[in-house]
Nanobody, 118 residues
């Protein structure tokens, strides 16, 4: 059974930092591209960042050098370091595991809430 579990969310002041973690089990982690998405209240879910098997990384434009995605294959975990947070970053952040060329092997976590407020 596949489990995708996010952690690390919380309340942070503007300009602060958070590090999100996403632990995967039940999959061969190195077969999967890992990504972070977010959904703010009243908005559609949007892409944040991804990292593939070879370490290629993509970021949404709004990241603007503030976020860093990384993965630890030995721990089957992907991270999202978020710096210089602003209130517009408030959202539920969800982790996605997708196996390239196998569209049915696409898994989501339940998400972790990030709230940026003074």
């Amino acid at each position: 059974q596949v489990h995708i579990v996010e952690s690390g969310g919380g309340l942070v002041q503007p300009g602060g930092s958070l590090r999100l973690s996403c632990a995967a089990s039940g999959i061969i982690f190195t077969d999967y591209t890992m990504a972070w998405y977010r959904q703010a209240p009243g908005k559609q879910r949007e892409f944040v960042a991804s990292i593939n098997l070879g370490g290629d990384i993509h970021y949404a434009d709004f990241v603007k050098g503030r976020f860093t995605i990384s993965r630890d294959n030995a721990k089957s975990t992907v991270y999202l370091q978020m710096n210089n947070l602003n209130p517009e970053d408030t959202a539920v952040y969800s982790c996605n595991a997708k196996r390239p060329l196998y569209s049915y092997q696409n898994y989501w976590g339940q998400g972790t809430q990030v709230t940026v407020s003074s």
